[in-house]
Structure formats: structure tokens, C-alpha cells
């Protein structure tokens, strides 16, 4: 869980701002924090430090001194010292928030959760939002995978006076929001601007040549010639480009935010430009936030708004109009959008079940108390024993009904249900595959080889490719992969060996390597649809390793187990011809393979000597 630095003179000054909490003292945070499941890790005295090129402000203990570099605009304060201002001493309290929770990362979301908590202000806080007098064109270009960030939300915020104070929160929330909604600005990223400093009312947001035009990235002087950069340059000479440059590079075409005048003001998800940053003078923001998921953009557009509306009462925020191409046609029509909308999220949640799952009795009318003060609206529905419960726009955590009582259950408060043992009592024991596998283990090892535990998650040319065979039609695939190299779940514990094999290249030979574990294969007769069966597999490298020491290790193994198994030759491209044999259970089930491995399977993986590998399912091999 992230560590967040929460300002206590902030913190307490945006409780205030409504009214009530005038008694509060950080004593009252330490005692509140805990029982809304922020865990305070202490309060920390800190130094608090400016970049003077871009504004960011840092609070850094004794122990962290100062900051070496600006990783907001990557300025190098051990080359240029003057770049970096001491603010002087500041309070914060060190909490440990949940992920999920990027709404109260700031002191004014964390306040208006607090008020709600402590009934100062309970119900769903209600934004007014002003018409929109701005509109942003989206290229539909920057749909298209060689130019893939297609989602941008925006909203103007006028009437703005900052402080030091402000600033360092704002910056905060953006980063913090970098991190917990846009993971690490690959889903979404922020930027905010000086609105004063463009020009038109139709900004562009357009999919551009990396080398087609110039501008002069935020932290660079805008003075010297050289700080006129084309994209593709920014991502070599910039130090927050060189950070996120394994987002764009991929890329034909690079996003690009202009305004009307054809003034950059950002290229996402990268750096915003010099001409647009925000200083102390500024008076109206102009904030958007781009994309790979338009949900995400969306809520993290709705926080931002919402808690500067909570740091900063007075100002004024105001949609944007969004327009962008409709499916692909002889003339695709505009699909406009307005931002932000912070209209709520409606959710059905039942009364008695939110009181079982809880475990005290609840009416319709304390179950509705309890929400309120955790900042939802409620109404009533058709059904007595129901609720109609208003999520507001600004959560991206609620996502379904248990969500909603989880946080029912935070303000009846925990400490408040009491503990009462369970009725059935059970004792626990191991299931028998897993007894069967911690034998398998101890005979393996009893065999002079040693365990390894590789990845469950592979990929097609790891798992078939390598070993020269046709994709496994029951492989289990990821819908939304996390990388490439992370796409099926294994079927096979094989290729994980070799790759480890591979890894201890530099290591004296031979080398004996076994695992027990998982693979997984497509079963429509499966609950889930999928099932998991255990494996086990063996792998010898060395000078002169054959198929005779592998068949050894398999009949040792094998009569430990205490089972038996029939051995057939068997021809397969992963095996050298004639050096490989299909492992059957001794009521004839086919159990696994075990051979020589083919030459061009051990080039693929670089490997240099003679393998000869065993892999059979224990549970096959054991059943009766």
C-alpha cells in the first residue's frame, strides 16, 4: 500500500471549510485515521523545498535530505543548486492508504471524508458545474494501435489563487493519481495548465509526426535554442521523456495537445510544455487528462475536479466539449462528450443483506445513516428492503453491492461488532495432492536434484514456438495481458526448466533441476472452465546426459511413489527422433513424456550441451 504524506495544517484547514471541526486537533486525526482504514505510520517533521522551474514542492525528512532531482520536470538540482529553494519546517502525518482510495490521497478529499464520518457534512456532496465554453477535436488517428491514446477528458477551473500550500497539493494529487488510476501514466495522465496563456476557444488533440514540429518542454529554458525539442528529442534529451519514453516509442505517431493558435501544451502521457506551466499568478486552469481507458480518464478527471473544489472553495469549474469521430464511414459523424460529469452511479443494495454480511441488525433507515456518512446519497426504492444508493463520481472503488456495505461496516465501525465465535467448528487438514507433492519433492531432492519454481503465466512462443510444436487449443488465455510474455497460462512445467537452465548457463555442469506445480487447461465441464492439474518435471544437463539417465530418474521416481507406469516409444519435434517415450499410469492412461531434447529447441534457448527432461501429471500417475 502507498505511503502518503497528509499536510495536518491543510488537512484540518479543509475540515473547517464547511463549518464544524473547529475542535479537531492532530490528536483527533491519529485516534479518526485508523478507524477509516488509513493506517498512521507516524507524524513526520519535515523540510519542505521548491523547485523553482516548475513549482513542485517537496516535504523531505532529516533522514531523506533534499531532493536530488525534480521528478516532476526532471530538473537536476546537483547541477544547477539555484534551481532549488528551502521553504522552511511543515507537519505532515505518514499514512498508509489503501490503492483503491485515490479520492482521499489529498487533503481535501481526505477532509470531506472525515466530515462525512464525523456528521459535519453527510450525503452526497453535489458540484455545480458551469457550460462549457471550450471544445476539444480529437484525431481519430490516435485511435489506431501505431498511434494508440485515444481517451481525453477535460474541465476548466477558474478563479484560482494559490499559495505554496496549493500548489504542492495539486502537484501531489496529479502524481498520486499518475500512480494509483493511470499505472505509472500508462492508463491515464494529468496535465494542468495556465488557461490565460492559450489562445481559441477549439483546442486539437492529434495524433503527430515525432519529428514534424518543435516545442519547448516544461523545465527547459525557453530562452536558449536549444530547448526547442522535437517529440522524438524529448524522449532522448528529457529526463521525465527518458522515464516514460517505453510508452510512446512503440508508437508511429505521438499525441499532442494544442490550442487554437497551434500553441503545444502538452504531449502526453510525457511532459507538459515551458509557454503553459503554472506559477503563482495563475488565475484559470485549463486540466485534461488523456488515456488507454476512457473509465479511468474519466474518474481521474472527476477527482481532480472535485478536490480542487475542496482545497480551493471558491472556484468555479466549468465543462468542456469533447469531439471526437464515430466508427470509421465515408463521413464517421462526431460523438461529443461533455467533461466532467459527476453525475452518480446508482446501485441496488439490499437491507438484509447488508446486515448478514455485517453480522448486527439494521433497518432501511440506519443502513441509509450509515452510507450518508460515508459521502453516498440514498434513496428509496420500489422494494422496502431495498436501497437505492447514489455512488458519487469521484470513487472508482465501488463496484459492486459488497462494496457499499464494506463501507456501511467502516462507519458502524468495527471496533463496535462484537466477536462471537463461529457455530460449526472444523479442523483443517491438507488435501492429499498435496501431501502426494510434498513426497515428490523430498524423492526428487532424495535424487540429487534441486527444486526451482518458475511463472504460471507464459506465452505462445515461449510454451510452443520454442519447442517447435502447434499451439495447446486447452491453453488458458489472458483477456487483457499484462505484457506480452504474459498471455496463456502454462500447460506444461518444461519450458520454465529450460528457461532456468538457460539463466545458470555460467554455472558447472551437470546440472539436475525439478518443480512441482501447476498447469492449467480449458475444461467446459469445470465450474470455472478451467482446471488446474499438478505436474511434476525433470531436467539433467550435462556433457554426456542421454535418455538412459532420464529413464533411471523416471522408474526411481515412479517406484518411491509407490505406483506404477508403462513406458512407449514415441516421436515428437520437441524430442531428438528415436530418443523419446510416452509415459502411460498402470491402468494405461497417458501420463506425460520424457527424452532427449531436440537440438533446435536448445539453441532456442541458447543452451550448449545434452538435456534430457521427464514431465508426468502426479495426479494421473497416483490415481486409482
Known sequence: MPIVDMPVDSLLTCIRAHGGGGELSLEDLVGILPKLGCEVEGVADAQQFVCKVCGKIYDRTEAQGAPLHCSHCGADFRAT???????????????????VRPDIFDAGGMARYIRGYLGIQTGLTEYVLSAARLRVQVDPQLAHEDSLRPYIACAVVRNVHLDNATIKMVMNLQEDLHWALGRDRKLASIGVYDLDTLKGDVFHYDAVDPDSLKFVPLGFPPQDPASNLTPREILEKHKTGQAYA???????????????????????????????????????????VTGLAQRTVERALNVVVTSLKEILPAIDIECVLI????????????????????????????????????????????????????????????????????????????????????????????DNIKPE?????????????????????????????????????????????????????RAVRIDNPISTEQTICRVSLLPGLLETLAINKQYDLPQYLFEVGDCCFVDPEAETGAREERHIAAALIGTHVGYADIRAVADAFVHEMGAKYAVKATESPSYIPKRAAALFSGNGKPIGTMGEIHPEVLEAYGLKHPVAVLELSLEKLLAR
Open 81 to 99: 543548486p539555484a534551481s532549488l529553494s528551502d521553504l522552511g519546517p511543515s507537519k505532515a502525518l505518514r499514512l498508509n492508504m489503501l490503492a
Open 246 to 288: 517505453h510508452l510512446l516509442k512503440p508508437l508511429k505517431k505521438y499525441p499532442l495537445l494544442r490550442d487554437g493558435a497551434g500553441t503545444v501544451l502538452s504531449m502526453p502521457p510525457i511532459i507538459n510544455s515551458e509557454s503553459t506551466r503554472v506559477t503563482m499568478q495563475t488565475r484559470n486552469f485549463f486540466i485534461d
Open 323 to 414: 469531439e471526437a469521430s464515430g466508427p470509421p464511414g465515408p463521413k464517421p459523424a462526431p460523438q461529443v462528450r461533455i467533461t466532467p460529469d459527476l453525475t452518480p452511479t446508482e446501485m441496488q443494495l439490499g437491507v438484509q443483506q447488508a446486515s448478514d454480511t455485517i453480522g448486527v441488525p439494521l433497518n432501511a433507515a440506519e443502513l441509509a445513516e450509515l452510507l450518508e456518512s460515508m459521502g453516498y446519497g440514498v434513496e428509496e426504492a420500489e422494494h422496502a428492503d431495498t436501497l437505492r444508493v447514489l455512488v458519487p463520481a469521484y470513487r472508482n472503488d465501488v463496484m459492486h453491492p459488497v462494496d457499499l456495505i464494506e463501507d456501511a461496516a467502516i462507519a458502524y465501525g468495527y
Open 421 to 473: 465465535l463461529v457455530p460449526t467448528f472444523t479442523v483443517g487438514s491438507a488435501r492429499p495432492i498435496e501431501e502426494q507433492s510434498g513426497i515428490a519433492r523430498r524423492v526428487l531432492t532424495g535424487l540429487g536434484f534441486h527444486q526451482v519454481m518458475t511463472l504460471v503465466l507464459t506465452s505462445e512462443p515461449a510454451a510452443f514456438v520454442k519447442w517447435r510444436i502447434p499451439p495447446d487449443p
